[in-house]
């Protein structure tokens, strides 16, 4: 079973709509997790880190962090074609290396 | 804006001959990664440095070997390549530090094996 989970595999929204993103960790030895975002053809960027429980926002992208029952999830509001990717979330416990999940495929239809 | 550039973009080689992925980053980073990206699996790590003349085993390393001869440049190695190991390869580099590590990729290497 992998480390890091995510869910829905793939997730329909329409322009201008709120995108959720869901991550669930099995191993509580993770101090912090990242979003990373992959445009078709190219590498995965970095998008925002959270190691707090609670909620970090940066412009349309909000991040939640539950430590208790180690859910993160990734929220895009307004969402626009460009937002179109795929969405990994990793998970980190010491200071190199990232356990990636599978990813979700995020449309955002015009 | 960091920078991870991969070589070659696009490799087709024959089952049992040997490969070499290139990396070279500017970013004068300690840590560089190798990993493979398959549908279904996401990204899983194949091998990584601390730094130069160091290399690591990450989670999937049978069957390939990797190379840091310098700060910049750290090479993915298939001595005998199979068929399972068709696939896209990235490479990243990161200053390291927890939760503010961030990894800068590059832009990917698609190998298929014949």
């Known amino acids: 079973q992998q480390k890091v989970q995510q869910s829905p595999e793939s997730l329909s929204v329409p322009e201008g709509g709120m995108a959720s993103l869901n991550c669930t960790s099995s191993d509580r030895n993770f101090q912090y997790f990242w979003w990373y975002r992959q445009h078709s053809g190219e590498g995965p960027k970095a998008l925002m880190?959270?190691?707090?429980?609670g909620d970090k926002k940066e412009g349309r992208f909000t991040a939640h962090l539950n430590k208790a029952s180690l859910h993160v999830s990734l929220h895009i509001r307004d969402s626009q074609p460009s937002d179109s990717a795929l969405y990994f979330c990793a998970a980190g416990s010491g200071s190199w290396q990232l356990i990636f999940g599978s990813g979700t495929q995020l449309t955002v239809m015009p | 804006e960091a920078a991870v550039t991969q070589s070659p973009r696009n490799k087709v080689a024959v089952t049992g001959g040997k490969v070499t992925l290139s990396c070279n980053q500017t970013n004068n980073h300690n840590n560089m990664y190798w990993y493979r990206q398959d549908t279904g699996h996401g990204l899983r790590l194949i091998h990584y440095?601390?730094?130069?003349?160091?290399?690591e085993k990450g989670d999937i390393p049978d069957g390939y070997k990797a190379s840091r001869p310098s700060q910049e440049n750290f090479s993915l190695i298939l001595e005998l390549a199979t068929p399972s190991q068709t696939s896209v390869y990235f490479c990243a580099s990161g200053a390291g530090g927890g939760s503010q590590n961030t990894l800068y990729f590059g832009a990917g290497t698609r190998l298929s094996v014949l």
């Open positions: 440095s601390y730094g130069a003349g160091s290399t």
């Open positions: 880190s959270i190691f707090s429980d």
